[in-house]
């Protein structure tokens, strides 16, 4: 697993570098998955309950779920939220980010700095013995904290020889008891937090999902194992930088 997320880490390393104003999120898209196939792996979205690209690209407003095409240019001050996944040696990796576009203004900056902290946050409670809800409450505390919303309708999971297993990840607290952390799990960590409101709604294409009120939004994804040592952050881009 962490052969596959290494590969996405990659990818996504590549996709910083490359992302600049008028390029299309199609090119992105072929991007990616070319490098994927020359890693030997396999994209884990295209195909995937019919979704059309390898990538997930989500410009400003559009939460996840983006759909790859030759219409859409970046442009400066966009802010791109790019997911992506790859099937290796039967075993999946999933990791996410987002990407400023050139020069961006300092609230959407702020945004971003906000919603990756939370998933350090996030990272942090993966530990033998705690729950899913550490994970959950880690997130929402900071987040809102810093006046920002959680995206509820949308939540982490778990991963290995499926992309997408049990347990659900909520980034909110829901009170309950969840289930216990233990070593050799392996979960897909991903806070997508809103400017404005929480509320989201899904566009005509089936797939693109974006704010009710149409504000900006940002997600960070890390795939990550419980040890007994701590967390091991499986799709760790440290290599790349």
């Known amino acids: ?9 990659e ?5 910083v570098d490359v992302v600049e104003p008028g390029i299309t999120t199609l090119e992105l898209d072929q991007r990616a998955e070319e490098l994927c196939l020359k890693r030997n792996a ?20 559009e939460v996840v779920h983006g759909i790859p095409t030759r219409k859409r240019k ?29 020069k961006i203004d300092s609230e959407k900056q702020r945004l971003l700095d906000v919603t990756q902290e939370s998933l350090e946050r996030a990272i942090a409670q993966v530990v033998v013995g705690n729950r899913i809800a550490d994970i959950s409450k880690a997130v929402q505390d900071y987040v809102e904290g810093e006046g920002f919303s959680i995206v509820r309708q949308f939540v982490g999971h778990g991963i290995g020889t499926e ?7 909520p980034n909110f607290y829901q009170g309950e008891r969840s289930p216990r952390l233990m070593a050799g799990m392996v979960l897909a960590i991903e806070p997508m937090v809103n400017m ?32 007994e040592d701590g967390p091991l952050v499986l799709s760790s ?3 790349y930088r």
């Open 1 to 9: 697993m962490q052969e596959a997320n290494q590969i996405v880490a």
């Open 11 to 15: 990818t996504l390393c590549m996709l």
């Open 42 to 61: 396999v994209p884990a979205f295209k195909g995937y309950r019919g979704f059309p690209g390898s990538l997930c690209v989500s410009v400003n407003e």
């Open 74 to 102: 970046l442009r400066k001050g966009d802010i791109l939220s790019v997911d992506f996944g790859v099937k290796f040696r039967g075993y999946y990796g999933d990791s996410a980010v987002t990407i400023p576009v050139g």
């Open 163 to 169: 992309l997408h297993e049990g347990p659900e990840i």
């Open 196 to 227: 404005g409101t929480y509320k989201v709604k899904v566009l005509r294409d089936g797939w693109t999902v974006i704010t009710a009120d149409k504000k900006p939004s940002a997600h960070f994804e890390h795939s990550v194992a419980v040890t």
């Open 237 to 239: 881009r440290e290599n």
